[in-house]
């Protein structure tokens, strides 16, 4: 079972309808001091990666400088990954505040060393 199939049995009601989406994918997008910051919440795999994906190109398109607020990313695999691998070929790519889970799969695929990561998006929007 998908944890998005898990998501929706545990906050499915009696008669089958749909209580609350616990998990769902969100992209916000703001400046801070001159850079394009684009916020990840929820989960993101090959078929939630997409608004992301748009966001970022965009971004790079636009700015010399993105930060990536991972600070809401709650499950990452290797869509995420490649998406910040090819963002950061476009563009000065920085990701700020990665949860424990996205941190450990930059660690244990040695991404870690060719992204830049910082602990806050104001630390990342300054380097």
Known sequence: MSSDEEVTR????????????????????YEWCGVRVVGARGSYDSSSVTPL????????????????????????DSALLNLLILTHQATDLRVAAPTRQLRRLLQLTGVNTVLKTRETVEEAAAC
Request: net charge negative; proline share 0%.
């Open 53 to 76: 994906t748009d966001a970022l190109a965009t971004a790079a398109k636009e700015c010399s400088r993105v930060v990536l607020d991972a600070s809401g990313v709650t499950f990452a």
């Open 10 to 29: 545990r906050s499915s009601g009696a008669d089958g309808s749909r209580l609350q989406v616990l998990d769902q994918a969100a992209v916000v997008q």
